[in-house]
């Protein structure tokens, strides 16, 4: 009986939500008296796992096959599913991403688990009952969700739990092999593309956001948005019509229909705070609205607010980031 | 080809969430339903395809009780071909994943879409599940989807980019724009939808395998401070000092 954790490696690192399940899963084994191995998926360096012993975590398991650089669902939920026979594993958890919920939801069928997708807090295990709680209704509400099966997979929502970091422990790295055959490839990628990202920071992973509305009246105004970004360490982000016509690309529109984030500091400019949008933002953990309209909806769902011109304060705040810094 | 597009009955998305009294279950009462949007994408792709092809079938599937046939004749309306209900209510994405893998079993479908997730419970999980089930490779969640005789190519969003992706039929794929514009019903639409064949079907399967004890609503924002736009500066003190998010 053990837990293990999938960590997401992207270019040698461990990514940041992965940290944040590594740490999750370490506290689900405390809880369960048992200890915590994960398995690393993508592209990863042995020093960069052995780091994650920070977070609790006691033992890596990692294939270095090479066409596993890249997400490929048959051959993740094959090594996932070997990895989880090995450790006898009882809990499994990963990221609530695109990768986790691809992977989570085959493997709790392969490996006959109860699956909770979108969790937010520590389970709670008392009185034989297994319960998380989870986000639900497009983040207006949570259920407490009970896994009735004897194993359990949890997804966990990124930005949800803060990553544990015990400085100078370290995780022995153990080199793994679920004997891949080319059929586990078949729905390899052709190609990856990577976008641009605005400063360098991906919007799902981010900490921080600045995001941009109809309110912003032009991609030629978008530096305002980029430079306040920039000062902050931040990605960037629009409305849907926004992206709609084309002033941003689509992968930048959060919302309902769009991206869902989670940020400890999301700042919306010029957006209205329509139902929708707020569906992807209203788990940040502090909202800022620049609108000039007092009435806008956003400041109802905000904690601090400036009712202004988007083009006057913009350049004040980054101007006043700069100060700090 | 034939095309199995998976629909959910989901309250609007400008719903006031609201609980029963012992917060077990959602308040349905006074609250409009549509297809959940994102199915809206798979639905429409489906039928564009169909018509590219210029042969083929698209049949929707819901599980879901007879209050969720307004929403499947609209799906007919916009364009699908015949329906199959699934006469239960959907306990967790588990049992729903069970229902579609069986008729899509039986009927030998190619080409199996769904949206990337309902917005009521946010599961994200049915795509991967019936694929299992099946043992067809799934494609999650999608932003691009063509067809060439029986390979598709598509193109999955991951977090920073994308993967172009071929898979062979059968496949499952979970759709998300920016695949299509979705349709909305014509006149004509609404008038043949009344007339194409709606299959009621009893669920099959052991079941869910996850309950909700409990629904909760977020705390309450304290409310928003407000700072003067002559002195935005004083707000990134705030975050700095007060919030303490920079
Ligand atoms: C099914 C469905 C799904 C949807 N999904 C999404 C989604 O995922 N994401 C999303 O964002 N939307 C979504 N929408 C659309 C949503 O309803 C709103 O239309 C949209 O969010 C509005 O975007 P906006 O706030 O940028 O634009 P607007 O509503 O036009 O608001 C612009 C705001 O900018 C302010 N402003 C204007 N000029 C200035 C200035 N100089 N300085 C400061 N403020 C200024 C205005 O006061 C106004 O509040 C969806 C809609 C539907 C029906």
Known sequence: ?325 | MKFLVCISNVPDTTTKITFTPDNKEFNKAGVQFVINPWDEYALTRAIELKEAQGSGTVTVLNVGEADTEPNIRKALAIGADDAIRVNAAPKDAYFVAEQIAAIAKEGAYDVILMGKESIDYNGFQVHGMVGEMLGIPTVAPAMKLDMSANTATLEREIEGGKEIVEVNTPFVASCQQPMCEPRIPNMRGIMTARTKPLKVVEPVGEGARTSVAEYALPPKKQGVKLIPAESAGELIKLLRNEAKVI
């Open chain 1, 1 to 325: 009986m053990s837990v293990l954790v999938v960590v997401e490696c992207d270019g040698g690192e461990v990514k940041k939500s992965s940290l944040e399940v590594a740490s999750y899963g370490s506290q689900v084994a405390q809880m369960l008296g048992t200890t915590a191995t994960a398995v690393a998926v993508g592209e990863a360096t042995e020093a960069n796992l052995a780091k994650l012993g920070e977070q609790g975590i006691s033992k890596v398991l990692y294939d270095a096959e090479p066409r596993l650089k890249d997400f490929v669902n048959g051959a993740y939920t094959k090594l996932i599913a070997a990895a989880a026979e090995k450790e006898s594993a009882q809990v499994i958890v990963l990221a609530n991403s695109n990768i986790g919920a691809a992977v989570g939801s085959r493997l709790s069928v392969r490996l006959k688990a109860s699956l909770a997708t979108n969790v937010v807090e520590l389970p709670k295990n008392d009185g034989g009952s297994f319960t998380v709680k989870r986000g639900a209704f497009s983040g207006k509400a949570f259920a407490d969700v009970v896994l009735s099966g004897d194993r359990k997979i949890l997804a966990v929502k990124k930005n949800s739990i803060e990553a544990l970091h015990e400085a100078g422990k370290t995780a022995t790295v153990e080199s793994f092999s679920a004997s891949l055959s080319d059929a586990d490839f078949a729905d390899a990628p052709k190609q990856v593309v990577m976008q641009d990202q605005a400063g360098g920071v991906l919007l799902p992973e981010a900490d921080r956001v600045v995001s941009g509305g109809r309110g912003m009246k032009g991609p030629e105004n978008w530096h305002l948005i980029e430079d306040l970004a920039k000062a902050l360490g931040a990605a960037t982000a629009c409305s849907k019509p926004v992206s709609d016509v084309d002033w941003r690309p689509h992968h930048e529109h959060v919302g309902q229909t769009g991206i869902t984030v989670s940020p400890n500091l999301y700042i919306a400019c010029g957006i209205s705070g329509a139902i929708q949008h707020l569906a992807g933002v209203n788990s940040s953990k502090v909202i800022v609205v620049i609108n000039k309209d007092p009435e806008a909806p956003f400041f109802k769902a905000a904690d601090y607010g400036i009712v202004g011109d988007v083009f006057e304060v913009l350049p004040k705040l980054t101007q006043a980031v700069k100060e700090l810094n």
